[in-house]
């Protein structure tokens, strides 16, 4: 009986952390893009590197990321490395660190860029690429942008002239909801960027889906040697069962 109830009792806990974690993960504003992830696609996640490094790695470091580390995973020769993606240092060893004194960042941004090495895993990936595609233009703040899920951010809508600048439409700006019906915001593009609406998205899924591998750099290796070990066992199962009943074929 003590068994059963202390079982009852785990089983509790379970369900309470359960229920907790979908609450922390599910606190604020709602997503309005939907997004999949794909740090397996190298060629959406290489793009991603040279996105991150020529529009973010200014203010955003990735300190737990060498560089040397990032060319192996994504099949970069060190040359091509230190030309397209190294801007803040010179040795293929070093970390990802971006050249902005943290003292400074304060006094600029009102709060320091984080560190963004294991972002993807503390937000999600599709908070990450619905943050990049919801800066808008407002007025009453000091940078005249503001975010949809990071209110108030404290960032500047760095990518702009790639995505242009969005309004949002009288009718959202007016009510509390600033989403329409099918989940979208009601966004209205006031000025053009230099790529289209398709292109940008593209542009920020390659940028997450980096943030995505950087979260986790030794994931391909993890399942290829998951992959192995679980062929192993198969094999190995089979194995035990035929010498099994090789050795019980005389008891029985
Ligand atoms: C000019 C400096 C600057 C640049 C460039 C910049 N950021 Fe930021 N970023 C900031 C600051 C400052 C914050 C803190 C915002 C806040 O909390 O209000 C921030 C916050 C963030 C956050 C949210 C962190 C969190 O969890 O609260 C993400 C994600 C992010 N940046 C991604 C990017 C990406 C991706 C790029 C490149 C496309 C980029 N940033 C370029 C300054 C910058």
């Known amino acids: 009986m003590k068994r059963i109830k202390s079982s009852i009792q785990i089983l509790l806990a379970a369900a309470t952390l359960l229920v907790a974690g979908q609450a922390f993960a599910s606190e604020g504003v709602d997503l309005p893009y939907r997004f999949k992830p794909d740090p397996d696609n190298q060629a959406s996640v290489q793009r991603g ?21 990032l060319g192996q995973d994504l099949g970069i020769p060190d040359d091509m490395l230190k030309a397209d993606l190294m801007f803040t240092s010179d040795k293929i060893s070093d970390h990802i660190i971006s050249a902005m004194p943290g003292d400074e960042a304060d006094a600029w941004f009102g709060k320091a860029p984080p560190d963004l090495t294991v972002e993807s895993r503390y937000r999600g990936p599709d908070w990450i690429y619905n943050y990049l595609l919801t ?11 503001n975010n949809i899920v990071l209110p108030n951010a404290s960032m500047p809508d760095v990518l ?26 009601q966004f ?57 009943r090789e050795w019980w074929k005389d008891v029985h």
């Not at 991150?52 to 200014?58: E, L, T, V």
């Not at 800066?135 to 942008?145: A, C, E, I, N, S």
């Open 160 to 185: 702009w002239e790639l995505q242009g600048l969005q309004v949002l439409k009288e009718s959202a700006a007016e009510g509390e909801d600033k989403e329409a019906e099918h989940g979208e915001p």
């Open 135 to 145: 800066f808008y233009v407002d007025p009453k703040r000091p940078l005249g942008t």
């Open 188 to 244: 209205e593009l006031a000025t053009k960027g230099k790529l289209s609406p398709e292109e940008y998205k593209q542009f920020v899924a390659d940028t997450t889906n980096f943030m995505v591998y950087a979260g986790e750099p030794g994931r391909a290796h993890r399942l290829a040697v998951g992959k192995k070990v679980l062929l192993f066992l198969l094999v190995f199962t089979v194995l035990a069962y035929l010498m099994k």
């Open 49 to 69: 590197a040279r996105n991150f490094m020529n529009y973010c790695s200014a203010c955003h470091s990735m300190r737990n990321l060498r560089y040397n580390r």
